[in-house]
């Protein structure tokens, strides 16, 4: 059963995109919830750029790749032996540039703040959650899984474990080209905000809203980490993307990662943004410092396996938190 709310985010008032602070939750309960008064686990699943926690739940019939509602998703992975049933939370990440990429930014909203202290407090106030860290884990793919990693790796007292699938990571690998792709799909005109319709121009203006936003800057409010029309990077913008990326910012959150009870990286080695390459970077790092982890990968490109990674990813969270009542 899915439960449809909607909850003021009080972190998300005065982004500079005017974008609404009311925002869709939607709460999965597992089979058994109604007959019991047990208390459970709690897994956040955080969705991708471009959707919505709505889409998520429903996904438009009508798109190229067609997805099955996410119910039908979730009560295959509880049917199993040995799957001990969570909750599932969905929260909404969206902002009219494609996603808040869930972390802090005056223009999108202060994302990362939503999810600790307007939706986690409202979760374990209203369901029979086990309201611990090593009882509430966060995962998502794409995006989401790259604000699973920023969400739990910044916050382990929140989150006691993380399932990182296909994030974006090893920005200067990955990312780098999408700038030259935006410059070349606009050329000879100069950049002028996001172009509906054009998927380079709207991801970079949202990936500099996240990674790069300048409230001082109207009106789109971002630096952009190259010049035009030389294309030169600039090294302090880019630089400023680079803080976010898992591969740059794993080394200053070890302390972190090692209060944590799990950490799994998932990709698919076919990715069509080379996002194995960022995991298995990252996963390099984590064994370098000696931090307890699992990389997995997969036949998959990038979103094709989804769902059934989603089913990993909670298979894996049901047997590392902790579902014990203290």
């Not at 490109?301 to 989804?306: D, E, F, L, T, V």
Request: with cysteine.
């Amino acid at each position: 059963m899915i439960v449809q709310t909607q909850i003021e985010g009080t972190r998300l008032a005065g982004n500079l995109l005017d974008d609404p602070t009311e925002r869709d939750l939607f709460v999965y309960l597992p089979p058994g919830y109604s007959e019991s008064e047990r208390r459970y686990p709690t897994a956040y699943l955080l969705h991708a750029y471009g959707d919505t926690a709505e889409l998520m739940v429903t996904p438009a019939a009508d798109g190229e790749r067609w997805r099955p509602p996410i119910e039908d998703v979730l009560d295959p992975v509880f049917g199993r032996v040995g799957v001990a049933p969570m909750i599932v939370v969905i929260p909404d990440g969206n902002s009219r540039y494609g996603c808040g990429q869930w972390v802090d930014s005056p223009v999108t909203g202060s994302f990362e703040q939503y999810v600790l202290h307007d939706v986690i407090p409202h979760v374990d106030a209203t369901y029979r959650t086990l309201p611990v860290a090593r009882s509430r884990g966060v995962f998502g793919f794409s995006s989401g899984g790259f604000g699973a990693w920023n969400l739990a790796s910044r916050n382990p007292d929140v989150f006691g474990a993380m399932a990182v699938l296909s994030a974006d990571s090893w920005l200067d690998m990955t990312h780098k080209s999408m700038l030259y792709k935006y410059l070349d799909s606009i050329w000879p005109e100069a950049p002028n905000g996001p172009v509906e319709g054009n998927f380079w121009s709207e991801i970079v203006y949202d990936y500099a809203a996240t990674y790069s936003p300048n409230p001082d800057n109207p009106p789109f409010y971002v630096d952009l980490p190259m010049a035009w029309p030389s294309g030169e990077l600039i090294q302090e913008v880019w630089g400023r993307w680079l803080s976010f990326d898992p591969v740059v910012n794993v080394h200053n959150r070890l302390d972190n990662l090692r209060k944590l009870s799990g950490i799994l990286l998932d990709a698919g080695w076919n990715d069509d943004y080379n996002l194995h390459w960022g995991h298995r970077l990252l996963s390099h790092h984590l064994t370098e410092a000696g931090i307890p982890h699992e990389h997995r990968e997969n036949p998959g490109n990038h979103g094709g396996r989804a769902n059934e990674r989603f089913q990993v990813a909670l298979e894996w969270l049901s047997q590392t938190l902790d579902g014990d009542v203290p």
